[in-house]
């Protein structure tokens, strides 16, 4: 409907509200890590967190767009994502091998690897892995959906 009177394509619309959320999470969790001064995490393992933190930005404008049909399930749905940054607790308070469970959560892996750059852990890169992991996973799966919902 609006694509008829905008310059943007329906694939450039797309792209535009995909990866503009990115490209700001991105940019303002630099700009706040690197003024505020808050943790001694080097710049070389805090930088990969923020990128795959700022992959969430989309992955909830997805799910958002794709299954809130009007404006009061997507205020549900937008309630109902705050429990899923509870789960990064888990990892941190959990200590055992269980809190892995948490690990279909994207927010547990940063969480994670935020953790294991502050201690110096050597478990810093699988937590890395597993982060890029699920949450590519979670935006393919999101992309099929709300491509499938618009056409």
């Not at 694509?3 to 630099?30: E, K, W």
């Not at 799966?141 to 709300?146: D, R």
Request: aromatic share 22%; charged share 5%.
């Amino acid at each position: 409907m609006f694509f008829s009177v905008t310059p943007l394509t329906r694939q450039g619309y797309f792209l535009y509200r995909i990866f503009l959320p990115f490209f700001l999470g991105a940019l303002f969790s630099f700009f706040v890590s690197y003024f505020s001064n808050l943790e001694t995490i080097p710049l070389w393992s805090l930088s990969p967190l923020i990128l795959i933190a700022a992959l969430e930005a989309p992955m909830i404008t997805l799910f958002l767009g794709t299954f809130a049909t009007n404006r009061v399930k997507g205020l549900a749905f937008s309630k109902g994502l705050g429990v899923m940054f509870a789960a990064p607790l888990a990892g941190y308070l959990i200590d055992s091998n269980w809190h892995f469970a948490a690990g279909f959560i994207p927010p547990y892996w940063i969480t994670q690897g935020f953790l294991a750059a502050y201690n110096s852990q050597s478990f810093f890169f699988l937590y890395l892995a597993g982060g890029i992991v699920v949450h590519l996973v979670f935006l393919n799966f999101l992309i099929k959906k709300y491509l499938a919902s618009v056409d």
